[in-house]
């Protein structure tokens, strides 16, 4: 991984807790890696407007989404910006087994994504 900073657009329909997270998982991996929160995004239908204007290398879809819903989501990001890469927080992870669950996926599987080739 190079030192350039990863942008990140969160799509979650609780901004503040999202940005509680990814503060903690940016702290977390702040050794291996330098995530910069761009932008979070509440509703669907403004994914596309913001991955334009905001231009990030990586996307997060939240566990309020289901199966199909990520897919959307991940599908426009794709149309804007190819070779985005995405991290879907399995569906109801956040409800079932609360916010330390979240980050302790995130930090298990995020790793991998941004250290594979584009």
């Known amino acids: 991984m ?9 799509v ?6 999202a940005k509680r997270l990814v503060g903690r998982v940016v702290e977390d ?5 330098t995530i910069v929160h761009v932008a979070n995004v509440e509703r ?3 994914v596309r407007a913001t991955v334009a204007r905001e231009q990030p290398n990586l996307l997060f879809t939240a ?6 819903q990520a897919q959307e989501i991940v599908a426009i990001a794709r149309d804007v910006i190819p070779d985005i890469k995405t991290f879907n ?3 109801g992870l956040q409800v079932e ?9 995130i930090k ?3 790793p991998g994504i941004l250290d594979a080739e584009s």
Do not use: C
């Open 2 to 10: 190079t030192d350039a900073s990863i942008k990140l657009v969160t």
């Open 12 to 17: 979650n329909t609780a901004p503040e807790r």
């Open 29 to 33: 991996l702040k050794d291996r890696f």
């Open 44 to 46: 669907i239908e403004d």
């Open 63 to 68: 566990s309020m989404w289901t199966a199909e």
């Open 89 to 91: 927080i399995p569906f």
């Open 97 to 105: 087994k609360g916010p330390d669950a979240v980050v302790q996926y």
């Open 108 to 110: 298990e599987h995020l």
